[in-house]
DNA sequence: CAGGCCTTGCT
DNA sequence: GCAAGGCCT
């Protein structure tokens, strides 16, 4: 039996080969043994569809197989796109691939949730040569604790603790490995994702390519970061970064970002009156919420951080659901904000705040229900932020809002939304309303006058254009009621 | 261990 | 001004 010297890079959630030291290990080890190096991806569709991976995300994602497998032909690596089913496919697959190619050693970046980590303990425990390589965050999970050793509950100290460490070691990207001649591009099967995602959702709003990517963080940096804290509450105002669909899917690695930002502001990590400390802030957010993904596992089984949210009475009124859902509340700000999530697969980051509000204190419909349908939608559905920032709204979360702090959408809608012409884009029905109607629609009087008004398309529309769903000072009473009972007992 | 502190607000 | 209560040092 021929020596197994061979190996393999395993790609994930990481389709890049910029700073990618799992790749770099696996050049490095090939060109020790003078081996061959291979990469595969797997497609697992009814996996994805049971962690309600959106199709638009699985769109962009074979979009960006497509670029790396050009990129790392050009580096002298064939890669194998492999269709299976679930993660359960991939031990035959690989034990099989493994006894007939000679293969010594599987590179692969780790992952923090739950289901992933548990494939890959598997896959060990079943001899396969996967070794893990922690490059899922800029501070690998585990290594950021209080003085107690344990994993942080409050964001602020844990923030403060991980800038104290990334600024006593140096954070350097690495490069593309320079590994083997050229070779030519191989064509890669298609994704069969069909049973499970019969419609395909593609975006046009994120062009594909590490390249874009890679332009866009520059620009972002170079032009825009100082204006971040000013302007990103805004959804009128492109005022936000607009790179988490490429961090969820790994086009780029948080370090990318943080060595980007050291490079504009070489005193971030030390000077809180940075810049660029805002943005810097959400990256250490991302950190934080992968973090506790990995010191909490039942995160990402759905369960609240707090032990008492399993005993909220939520009313789970699958009618309102379903006109949150489609943006049909009779609340200008939160349907806009909702069909900017079905029409484009993305919400701005304010606004996700303010629908999650509304869902689970409002309407008291159980955060999970939320949360569920934007990873269905959003290109950027990524388990760890999406359950924080969804818990952290329900105040089931781990230093998460209080529950009696209820956002006000009409203060919200006109704070945020001063002339309305983010909601006007996306809800054309009160584009001739007056401010204070879109703002306050409970004021707007939905009555038609007379036989005129029945039959114009101004009263159609109107008429079209739902009253609001809930009164919010009853809401708001009757959330504090239900989430109150629960901590007098 | 007592005391300061705690993402994005509300009335 | 207020709204708990737990976390962190």
New binding site residues.
Partial sequence: MQFAHNSVVWFRQDLRIHDHPALTQACEFAQLHDSNLTAIYFVTPKQWAEHDVAAIQIDFIERHIEQLNQRLAAIGIELTVVNLSTFDDILPWLKAYCAEHHIGQIFAANESEFNERQRDIKLINAGIPLRLIEQDCVLATGTVN???G????????????WKKIASSQPIVPLGIPAFRQPIAAPSLSRFNCDEFYPQRVTSELWAAGEDCARKQLKQFIENDIADYQQY??LPAIDGTSKLSPYLAIGVLSPRQCVAGILFYYPDALVNDASPAKTWL??LI?RE?YRHLLVAFPKLSRSQSFNELGQFIQWRNDNDEFQAWCQGQTGYPIIDAAMRQLNQTGWMH??LR?VVASFLTKHLLIDWRWGEQYFRQHLIDGDLAANN??WQ??AGTGC?A??Y?????????SS?FDPDASFIKHFVPEVADWSLKHIHEPHLKAHHINSMADLFSERAKQEKAYPQPIVE??FA?KRALEVL?AL??G
Avoid: C, I
Wanted: charged share 25%; no cysteine; glycine share 8%.
């Fill in positions: 209080n003085l107690s344990q994993m942080y509950k409050v964001f602020t100290p844990f923030s403060k603790a990103r509450d802030n959400e957010w934080f980051n304010r705040m924080g920032g952290w709204s230093d809002q209080p009696f702090r209820v956002f006000n959408p009409m203060t919200q704070k919010h000072g708001r109150g901590k007098r």
